[in-house]
């Protein structure tokens, strides 16, 4: 699918609308948070999208196409059911009180646990990619470097730190005064 | 460690670190070296990974704080920041203005705290220990000013869920107004040995290069990508805290040099600039603190009875000494502690530009490039040499010594 070219910039409300004009129902929620600090009241906003995992390669390509952004990281949280990754973005920034904070959430059911890489097109986005593979156990597809980064060489293989189900460490963890050193 | 890579008869390989000069904490490279070109680069970290995200995810928010404060020593204020404005953010806690403006003085302390010591660091590592002193002396002053206005030099305790701690009152101001002179008279002769001495332009220029694209592309933040000419300082691009009240501008090196070449020399340029910057914006907040509250729920049980009931996700992004720093928390409404906490500090996004910047540089040029994004990881000992199928040990001191022995011949 090839995206619209976008040359204006968008405003927060713009911006959701653009993405729910061009995916429709597979936006799935979208929360626009303005938040207002200091004495003089200027606002900022940070904006939360749910897209289906279907259309999540499609929806960086258009962000991509719109402004270069700028990625932040990704977190996880692991909801039971699925992950959910959270790819934190800036955008527009290079000009007072301009930047705009989008949160694009895409969740990965467990039975499943893959997703494509975004490295060619971000390719900043290796390292927190990497970490997320080893701390939560989501497979990357793409990725182009898709060895361990802060987990040791001999870290038990289906061990992921960041897991509340049994592939995390709740067996691995000894309380001190269980333990009666 | 890595499989080493076949390689022709006229590249090798250096591992340095986990334990390295240039870096206050263990990281570990592995070079491939054509003569005394760099020609890759690997970094692979996790040697001081110390499961604190884990173990917030068990800790309530006000245990966070503290938590969040020993991530790293010299950012001891920067995480707990960013820490609870994302709290803030989930849970829809206002901060008080005078609150706003506290946050700023202590930020920017922080900051030129931060970038004093770097300055120190980055002339050591050229051989300039001279400068060194001058630096920590500078440096000295303004932590004195930190311990009389928060009870501690590095950690300062401060930070409090919608809020700061401790304020400051007109009996402090004397002694802020004091150092930030002792600063403004002292900066001149800082400026003149970083940007005019021959040995630091020898050093810096041209060396280390990291171009607009590549800042771009591998998500950079902070100075290192400022001296490549992205305008990016969350600072500027958003008005959180004071920040929005007080008149801040992006520093890119262009504004001293003229141009923007990405270099260490254009690094050293902007960290320059920003200690300026903040001396101003110190003194810009003491001139418009409004009064009032410095924490919006000064009863902690009621506040985590707040939090606890909250079902909710939030950022808190604060712009770091080495680049923005942010911080995710979700809460699910049920427990005390995040259901998910994750820090992203400023060194995670300036690891990759590392490559382009080092590929093609010598050996004796790795400590003062891998210092000049002002790595937050630790320092050490030893750099092993395998050469031929042969290792060596290069020690700190001889590493040092050949970056300093690359001082002396340029110097002649």
């Known amino acids: 699918m090839n995206a619209p070219k976008v040359k204006e910039q968008l405003t927060p409300e713009g911006i959701v609308k653009y993405f729910k004009d061009e995916f429709k129902t597979k936006i799935k929620s979208s929360n626009v948070k303005k938040h207002v600090e200091g004495s003089k009241k200027k606002e900022y906003y940070n904006i939360w999208i749910k897209i289906d995992k279907s259309i999540f390669k499609d929806v960086i390509k258009h962000l991509c196409d719109m402004t270069y952004p700028h990625l932040a990281v990704i977190s996880g949280n692991d909801l039971k059911k699925d992950i959910e990754l959270i790819y934190h973005f800036s955008l527009y920034f290079g000009k007072r009180y301009n930047e705009i904070s989008l949160n694009i959430s895409v969740d990965v059911p467990k039975s499943k646990l893959e997703i494509e890489t975004i490295c060619d097109w971000i390719p900043g986005a290796l390292v927190t990619e990497r970490e997320k593979q080893e701390m939560l156990g989501i497979k990357i597809i793409g990725i182009p470097d898709s060895r361990r980064l802060f987990l040791p060489d001999d870290w038990p293989e289906g061990v992921y730190p960041w897991r509340k189900d049994d592939k995390g460490l709740q067996k691995y963890i000894r309380n001190l005064h269980e333990v009666k050193k | ?412």
């Open chain 2, 1 to 412: 460690m890595s499989e080493q890579k076949n390689t022709t008869k006229t590249t090798y390989h250096i591992p340095i670190g986990p334990i390295h000069p240039a870096l206050k904490e263990p990281v570990y490279f592995e070079f491939e070296i054509d003569g005394e070109r760099i020609v890759d680069v690997d970094v692979k970290l996790g040697h001081v990974h110390r499961a604190i995200e884990w173990t917030g995810m068990r800790r309530n928010p006000i245990q966070i704080l503290y938590l969040a404060e020993r991530i790293c020593g010299i950012c001891s204020f920067v995480h707990p920041m960013s820490f609870a404005r994302a709290v803030e953010n989930a849970c829809d806690i206002e901060v008080p203005e005078r609150a706003d403006y506290l946050r700023v003085i202590h930020g920017e302390l922080e900051r030129i705290c931060s970038h004093m010591l770097w300055a120190g660091v980055a002339a050591h590592e050229i051989g300039f220990d001279s400068v060194l002193f001058i630096t920590w002396e500078m440096r000295e002053r303004v932590l004195d000013l930190t311990e009389y206005l928060t009870g501690n030099r590095v950690t300062k305790a401060i930070m409090m869920i919608g809020g700061v701690r401790r304020d400051i009152t007109s009996e402090h101001v004397p002694k802020i107004k004091e150092t930030m002179n002792y600063l403004k008279k002292n900066f001149e002769k800082l400026r003149k040995i970083y940007l005019e001495d021959k040995t630091f332009k020898i050093r810096s220029m041209n060396c280390g290069i990291l171009t607009y694209e590549d800042a771009m592309g591998l998500c950079a933040v902070g100075p290192t990508t400022r001296a490549s000419g992205v305008k990016k300082d969350v600072r500027v691009d958003q008005a959180y805290a004071a920040y929005g009240d007080l008149d801040i501008d992006y520093m890119t090196p262009d504004i001293l040099r003229g141009k923007t070449v990405g270099d260490v020399y254009d690094r050293i340029i902007v960290r320059l600039l920003e200690v300026k910057q903040s001396i101003e914006l110190i003194e810009q907040c003491l001139d418009k603190i409004p009064s009032g509250d410095i924490v919006s729920e000064p009863k902690i049980p009621k506040l985590l009875a707040h939090v606890k009931k909250t079902a909710g996700e939030g950022i808190g992004r604060h712009e770091a000494p080495r680049g923005e720093v942010i911080h995710y928390v979700k809460f699910d409404g049920e427990n005390e502690h995040p259901y998910t906490w994750k820090v992203r500090a400023s060194t995670y996004a300036n690891i990759l530009p590392w490559i382009p910047m080092l590929k093609g540089e010598q050996i004796a040029d790795i400590p003062i490039v891998a210092a000049s994004t002002d790595p937050c990881m630790s320092c050490t000992n030893r750099v092993g040499v395998i050469k031929d199928g042969n290792t060596t040990q290069l020690t700190k001191e001889q590493l040092h010594k050949l970056s300093v022995q690359k001082t002396r011949r340029l110097m002649r």
